[in-house]
Every structure is written in structure tokens, then in C-alpha cells.
């Protein structure tokens, strides 16, 4: 695999963001927390933008996403009025869950940069359930789209 | 009835808020949607007092309070690191709904003058449904205590 | 003034709003507090519309708007993956205050109503500061633009 | 050292927490990203606990802790109602930042897992600034205190 350079790599999916007061706290910059809404909104369109929104994940195949497990790093701090895109490439697609690699960028620089697992579960019991079918044939195929590989292991679209 | 002076009146119920940077935005001040997270945990903590916290009105009536209206008046900002006491009084008790009166104050000063009507409603469908009679019991007596009233519908106990 | 039926008054402004789970609560329905937050984001897109986003407002001007009243109806609740329109109107330009009407909808049906009383003051110390000249202009040929009248006092284009 | 296991050692700070319905969404569960919330809550209130509130940290000593990085590991959903405890050790004292392991527990199970890196900036530029000498006396004290350590790098009190 050949090296890549992170404010370059086109991503798998891109969510632009606003940054409103709500988002922003005292100390004069985007509240820290507020960055896992505008990871999670991205996560949303994207399920959407795939077909597969997840009030149909519920409704029709009876699961929810949830998150196992976040890793992020905060590199610069956002500001009041930004315009901010929130990217998001896939990792690794397991049996019942999915890792991704999600950023948060303005004007090409970093300023957040995130790892997320989520784990697919049945919307009732919150027990580990498989990730339906047609989501899995889409996530493989929107990897081999964006990425140019083969496998529904798709590379990291957001490299660091 | 005897005039009351806002400052002084005894509150129903009292529950402590501490600002902290989550509260707050860019302005420096709290910011101003908070005061309604402020004003629910009050409710909830009002009502689990009265030994009905929500999970159980819903695990075993099958009901919910929603909010139907809101009026507030944002009369001093609130600050980092404040010590808060948010205030309850009952105002009216219908059939399947609360009016009640609710402040935010520090220091005896009122930062937040709020009036909230709540429906009740069945968790399932979201109609309207009848307060439970073991909670309404409790509402009465609640407010009898407090104001010195015999009747249900009792007199705000944070006037302005 | 002719009587006009609130669903089909064209509104000044209308923003955007997708519901993610960052916006629902354990009830399955929008949290109430969250709508305070889409309005928000309306009223921020509409003045920066107008040429005048809060940061300039803040660092050219010195001023900030901050909200100083709100009455607000919740009518039927939103749902997650709801796309919503967040609606404005101006109904009242004073010298350091503006009420404005606003709303959320979905497919035609009103959310939520609110009345909206905003305040300018000066960043440093929040006392009243007249509102800006450059942005006072726009407001009124937002509203003549959009209305047909001719005065800075436009009617509301959000009736209920 | 001797080996812990992770349900019983005592933390150097804890703070309660209620879930409200604000805490949590329409999968019926706390919201993943209240979780840095109530986080922060309990580094504020240990700060605090400390003799310096982050109010006194700016106005006296031109500094922030901001959030560098945090990595975050969801065990068990959180519910509406549910009376928690979040929990903080201090893990590293570097010049200009903080390491914490931090935890949220429910009847002694771990919902969440955390771990903190705080960075010390001076509040105007947000550049790196050495933690005040009077807070970093007590973080020494705190440590030492609580773990029976004699350094200032304190062994965790939260081990997973």
C-alpha cells in the first residue's frame, strides 16, 4: 500500500457542519463533547445516503448502532460560525460491527481525528446481532467504490 | 390572599444545579436552551420525591409527562462555576395535565422565571391520558402542605 | 390586514433541520429543549443571510443578541431522521430589541410554535446597546422585501 | 505493584449523577456523548474540590485545561432514572498536562471506561502554560494521599 498523505485522501463520506453557539462553550471554542454529535450526524447521513437510515435499521431489520468504543484526538479547537466537514471512511466491517475512521476538518486542516467501533444490536435486547445483509452488501460495495479495493475490508480513507 | 414578594416565597420543591462548561457558551454566559435541562431535572427530582420517578410512571402506568408549553423569561445571565437552585411549585392540576411555576435563582437573585405546561400522555401512543391516582393523591397533598391550600389546585409557589 | 392561515404563510427565513439521535430522548420523540436549539440555528443562518454572522457582529460591532424571552407550543412530536423546516418571521424591530415569530415544521404540519424576544447588547458587560445601523437597514428591507410593507415593523409571516 | 481488579479500588474523587431524559435518546439508553459530560463534570467538581474551580484557574492564573485526547470504551448501556457514579484518578502529571483515568459506575458494574489527557493553556492564546504551581502542590498532595504513593505521577485509582 502506497503512503498516503492525511489532508488529501478523498473520504468515503462528508457531512458539512455549522458551528452555532450551542456548540460552543465558555472558554470561547466548540465544547469537546460536541464533536461526537458531529461525528454521529455524519455516521447518520451516511447509513441514509447507503439507503439505509437508521429508523429502517429498526423498523424493518430490528437493529441499532451503538458505540463501543470512541478514540479522539483534539489537534486544533473550532470556533463560533465555522463551516466544518465531518468525514468518515470505513475500517474494517466485522460479522456485528464496523470500524471507522472519522475526522473533523475546515479549510483542510485537522482538527479533530477520530476512531470509532460500532456494535450492530438487536434494537430490543441490546444483544450483539448480525449487520443486515443489504447494509453489508452496501458498505462492501461503497468501500470498493471509494476505495479501489476488492475486500469489504476496505482501507482507511482518513488516514492521519 | 396576602401579597407575596418574589425573592422570599418558599418553593415546592428545590433542586441544586452547578454551571459547569457543557452549560455555557461562547457568549460566557449559561447557554440559554440549559435552563430547560435545569428546569426538567427539578421535575424529575420533584416527582421521584413524590415517589413516582418517570421509569416507574411508565413501567407501571404506561404514561408520560411531555411538555406542551414553555413560556421563560431570561432576566440575569447565568456564569461558570455557579451554584444554582432551581425551584418548583405546583400551579394547577387538571385531569391529564400540570401547570407549573419554575424559577432558577443564585443567591436569591432569579436569573430564570419559567411557566411550564406538562401533558400526560400513554408512553405508547403519546394521547392523552389521565394522571394516575396514586401520583394525583400525592400532588394534592403535596400542594396542601406546602401552601396551606385544601384544594388541589394550588397557588404558585413562585410567583413573580 | 387580511387574515392569513398559518400553514401556508410564506416565512422570511427557513433553515434545515435533520433529527439525529443527539436530538431524541428515552421517549422516542425530539427532546423539547432541542427544538430551543434548532431555532437557534435559524435565527443564526438567517442574520448571517442578511451579510452580519454573529462573530462579525460581535468583533466589528460589539455586540451580541442574546435571548431574552421565549413562549414556545409543542403542537406534535418530531421523530428521529425527521426532516424538518425551521421558519422565521420578524414581527417587531426596536432600537436594542427584535420579537420575531418562529416555527418548525414537517411536510406542512407546525411542531412546534414560538414567540422570540431577542435583546442586543454590548459583548463586554450584556448591557442594552442599539442594534448595529448596517444590520438595522437589512432587518427592515428584509422585512419590506418580504412582507410588501413598507415599514421596519414587519407583520409576523409566521401566524399561528 | 500489586495486582487490582477493577470494581474495587477506591477512586481518588467521585461525583454522582442522575439520568434525566435530556442524558438519554430514542434508543431508549444514555446518549454515547453525555458520557464526556458527566466526565466532566466530575474533573470540574475534583478541581473544585481542590480549592481551584476553573473560574479562579482563569481569573487568576490566565489558564485552561482543555481536552487533548480521550479514548472511551462503552461496557453497558446507562438508563433513564439510574443513579451514577463517575470516578477519577489522577494518572500522569506532566509540566502542561493532566492524565485521568475515569470511569462511570452504576452499583459497582462499569458502564464506561475512560481515559483523559488534559492539556494546561493560558486562556487567550490557548498555547501550552505550565500548570500553576499552588494546583500542581495539590495534585502531588492528592495523589500521594490518596494511593499512598510518595511521587507526584500517581499509580491510576481507576484501573479497568
Same mark, same amino acid.
Given at each position: 500500500?502506497?503512503?498516503? #498523505?492525511? =489532508?488529501?485522501?478523498?473520504?468515503?463520506?462528508?457531512?458539512?457542519?455549522?458551528?452555532?453557539?450551542?456548540?460552543?462553550?465558555?472558554?470561547?471554542?466548540?465544547?469537546?463533547?460536541?464533536?461526537?454529535?458531529? +461525528?454521529? #450526524?455524519?455516521?447518520?447521513?451516511?447509513? #441514509?445516503?447507503?439507503?439505509?437510515?437508521?429508523?429502517?435499521?429498526?423498523?424493518?431489520?430490528?437493529?441499532?448502532?451503538?458505540?463501543?468504543?470512541?478514540?479522539?484526538?483534539? +489537534?486544533?479547537?473550532?470556533?463560533?460560525?465555522?463551516?466544518?466537514?465531518?468525514?468518515? !471512511? *470505513?475500517?474494517? +466491517? !466485522?460479522?456485528?460491527?464496523?470500524? *471507522?475512521?472519522?475526522?473533523?476538518?475546515?479549510? !483542510?486542516?485537522?482538527?479533530?481525528?477520530?476512531?470509532?467501533?460500532?456494535?450492530?444490536?438487536?434494537?430490543?435486547?441490546?444483544?450483539?446481532?448480525?449487520?443486515?445483509?443489504?447494509?453489508?452488501?452496501?458498505? =462492501?460495495?461503497?468501500?470498493?467504490?471509494?476505495? =479501489?479495493?476488492?475486500?469489504?475490508?476496505?482501507?482507511?480513507?482518513?488516514?492521519?
Amino acid at each position: 500500500m502506497s503512503v498516503r #498523505r492525511g =489532508g488529501e485522501e478523498p473520504a468515503a463520506f462528508v457531512t458539512g457542519v455549522h458551528v452555532y453557539f450551542q456548540d460552543t462553550d465558555a472558554g470561547g471554542i466548540v465544547y469537546h463533547a460536541r464533536y461526537l454529535d458531529f +461525528l454521529e #450526524r455524519c455516521r447518520m447521513d451516511w447509513l #441514509r445516503s447507503l439507503g439505509h437510515p437508521v429508523r429502517e435499521l429498526e423498523a424493518r431489520h430490528g437493529v441499532l448502532f451503538i458505540v463501543h468504543a470512541i478514540g479522539i484526538d483534539y +489537534l486544533r479547537p473550532g470556533r463560533l460560525e465555522d463551516a466544518l466537514r465531518v468525514e468518515l !471512511g *470505513l475500517e474494517r +466491517l !466485522g460479522g456485528a460491527s464496523l470500524e *471507522l475512521r472519522q475526522r473533523v476538518t475546515r479549510d !483542510g486542516e485537522v482538527l479533530v481525528s477520530a476512531q470509532v467501533r460500532l456494535a450492530c444490536v438487536d434494537a430490543a435486547g441490546l444483544r450483539p446481532a448480525r449487520i443486515p445483509p443489504a447494509l453489508r452488501e452496501r458498505l =462492501g460495495t461503497h468501500g470498493r467504490t471509494r476505495s =479501489g479495493m476488492t475486500t469489504t475490508t476496505t482501507a482507511t480513507t482518513c488516514p492521519t
